[in-house]
């Protein structure tokens, strides 16, 4: 799957940066539905000013929808501003740091566990870049 800076989540994220302050949902909608049908899009807020931060995440039907927009929406010009337009990383989507950072520590356990109980015999040029990841 891939996305935009104005990012898609389930099927094809992209994220949309670099978005004017004044521009509405409604406009960046209306110009991700151009190269293909936005199944979601999301704005982003600061979470204390409630202020738009300048990108957003729209989420397509497809593949070949989100990278229409790649192509097709970066660097077009909405209120004065060029849109930055890529494909968003589906890893981080839709979830807040604090609950990242337990599910890191849990996929972590786990491979260490992992390792421990059935790997022990395994060469270090395997395990240290593994344990480095984590």
């Known amino acids: 799957m891939k996305s935009f800076i104005i990012g898609i989540t389930k099927w094809e994220n992209s994220t949309v940066g670099n978005i004017s302050y004044d521009a509405t949902e409604e406009q960046l909608v209306q110009i991700c539905g151009e190269v293909g049908q936005v199944v979601n899009f999301r704005m982003v807020y600061d979470n204390k000013t409630h202020k738009k931060k300048g990108y957003a995440f729209c989420e397509y039907v497809d593949e ?71």
Do not use: W
């Open 64 to 134: 070949s929808s989100a990278a229409s927009a790649k192509r097709n929406l970066n660097d077009r010009d909405l209120n004065g501003r060029k849109l930055r337009v890529d494909f968003a990383d589906n890893n981080q989507i839709n979830i807040p740091s604090d609950e990242r950072e337990k599910c890191l520590k849990s996929v972590k356990f786990f491979v260490e566990f992992f390792v421990m109980l059935f790997c022990t015999k395994l060469p270090c040029q395997i395990l240290n870049p593994i344990t480095r990841i984590l």
